[in-house]
């Protein structure tokens, strides 16, 4: 990993340990550059690679826990618009995507895609153990713990006690 140029980087330590990291540029967000720059960008944190500033700004999020979108309904946030806009379709109920084969609706256009998989047959995600194949990768990861012996973490029931 490549070292940080501490003008970009802002690192904040706070009292219970926790780590907040800063990165910022020269302009604001609205001043995002859209040139056809021949020179990729690299994360600073993970070293992903992204073609404009723009993108390397939304990635960014990951890393520090920006999340300047919130839901207008419940308050819960997000790191990127088009995560807000999906989210919101639960609370609407839009299912604004409809399989043409069997006309059942979805509230994003990924999900119609993996439904398709349904009627084509199509399975592109394979087991590397034995070799099944299946339609989403959520499947596949699920197939997988039969193999490692892995069980799916069970949520925990937390009980709260409150005295009058």
């Known amino acids: 990993m490549n070292p940080v140029n501490a003008s970009h980087l802002q690192t904040l330590l706070f009292e ?64 990127q618009i088009y995560l807000l806009k999906y989210h919101e379709r639960t609370h609407t109920g839009e299912k604004p995507y409809t399989c043409k084969i069997c006309g059942k609706n979805f509230r994003c256009s990924d999900s119609l895609l993996v439904h398709m998989r349904i009627h084509t047959g199509e399975k592109p995600y394979g087991c590397k153990t034995c070799g099944k194949r299946f339609i989403c990768t959520s499947n596949l990861k699920s197939h997988t713990r039969i193999h490692t012996g892995i069980k799916k973490k069970k949520k925990k029931n937390h009980i709260i006690s409150v005295r009058w």
């Not at 500033?53 to 826990?65: A, N, V």
């Open 16 to 79: 219970d340990d926790t780590l907040m990291v800063t990165l910022t540029y020269g302009e604001s967000d609205s001043e995002t550059d859209h040139s056809d720059s021949k020179k990729p960008l690299k994360c600073y944190v993970c070293e992903k690679v992204f073609k404009d500033k723009s993108q390397i700004k939304r990635h960014h999020r990951i890393h520090t826990g920006e999340k300047p979108y919130a839901c207008s309904t419940c308050g819960k946030r997000f790191y």
